[in-house]
């Protein structure tokens, strides 16, 4: 019979490479996948003494059922931490209003370069979508509000709200959201 440190080395030989592979597929991050086997393991260890032997089909049933789980955990964290740092500066369509001072000729010009770029990507819009725009980014009201406005549930109007950018970025030809608003 095996030791503990024994039968953890074989688990880690003949599962590492596997897990990895499972656990990228579901990440699409090398390092987040690398973490997630360590992650596992370390489960693993937790509950090595209700592992069979390690070459045995239930083992590997259990040894999948690990990572797999690891790696969906990792995958809902990362969901969750890139909805609260979103790359949209939700401002950047801040239009100019007829009381904007302005101080240069210069500034004038971009400012109205500036409408003319957003009139153009709001125009491949429906109108639903572009009172989303407008209303989100012109008046930063939160999408609770715009839906409560449009008679919409808020994950819809969120939804909308994301398919717009995409068509705008669509239209303008760029494939960032930092690029979208850019008038070089």
Request: with cysteine.
């Amino acid at each position: 019979m095996q030791s503990a440190k024994e039968k953890l080395q074989t688990l880690y030989q003949i599962y590492e490479k596997p897990m990895y592979h499972i656990a990228y597929a579901i990440l699409h991050h090398p390092q987040q996948a690398e973490d997630a086997v360590s992650e596992a393991f370390c489960r693993v260890i937790r509950h090595l003494d209700k592992i069979g032997e390690p070459e045995h089909p239930k083992t590997k049933q259990y040894m999948i059922k690990i990572i797999r789980s690891t790696a969906i955990s990792q995958y809902r964290k990362n969901a969750r931490e890139n909805s609260r740092y979103a790359p949209w500066d939700d401002g950047i369509l801040q239009i100019p209003t007829e009381d904007t001072p302005v101080t240069s000729s210069e500034q004038q010009e971009r400012q109205m370069a500036e409408r003319l770029a957003i009139s153009e990507m709001l125009g491949v819009l429906n109108a639903t979508d572009t009172k989303i725009v407008l209303l989100r980014c012109q008046q930063d009201m939160p999408f609770r509000e715009i839906a409560r406005q449009c008679g919409m549930k808020e994950a819809a109007v969120r939804k909308r709200f994301e398919r717009a950018r995409k068509a705008m970025m669509k239209q303008k030809g760029v494939t960032s959201y930092e690029q979208l608003f850019s008038l070089q």
